[in-house]
């Protein structure tokens, strides 16, 4: 008799509560490393909740003992050819960009260990909360494969002296370390971390979806500006902000002392 399989676990697990979508990298055995598979995956669901008016916040986890440990490289060896190298870094740079340009706040849940395209997830979310327990690098360098595309993510997180001693000594940094270069918001103990990630989610899925979603979209594209564009941008960015409806009525509920309702809109 044949005893049939049990079925394959999804390579991305997805669960929504209370305007949060949680999203766990699941390859635990290979702490979570991005096979193309897995970036794939989590680009798919990314652009998917980009449209879903039920989601106001993502959070980012990792199954299993780390977060994530970057790319597969036992992948990368199996298909030593410049097409399918650019196959993969191509897709993890439109994978990064995504976190960036998608319009709803994403919030790495960090446990473990966040290295070289790890690092580089950590970096790209709108922010982090870690375990103090939990490890960050870029030890690309030790074996002979720089973190060109991490170090695009992380020169943007944290100063540049900082980014390149990462870079430079592919020495890993403590949690304690990354909050404090600004890789990291928030750094507590890994028995807190569920709680501390679900609270700050709830906190920021409590506001106007649209509000986030000019925020977010105008914080990236004025910080790339020089000083008088970037005001220039942020005054258009408020005037339409102002016109909205979800203005109006979180301007008219703190004047009435009551909590606003808002429409999205």
Known sequence: MTVPRPPTEPLLQRRDADGVAHLTLNRPAARNALSMSLMQALDAELQAIATDTAVN????????????AGHDLRELRSRPDRAFYDDVFGLCARLM???VRLPKPVIARVHGVATAAGCQLVASCDLAVAADSARFATPGVNIGLFC???MVALSRAVGRKAAME???TGDPIDAARAREIGLVNRV???SALDQAVTGLAGQIAAKSPLTLAIGKEAFYRQAELGLDDAYRTAAEVMTRNMLARDAAEGIDAFLDKRPPAWSGT
């Open 148 to 150: 060109s595309t991490p």
């Open 97 to 99: 960009l995504r976190v």
């Open 166 to 168: 990462m870079l430079l």
């Open 188 to 190: 507590v103990p890994e």
């Open 57 to 68: 916040v993502v959070v980012i986890a990792g199954a299993g003992p780390a977060f994530c």
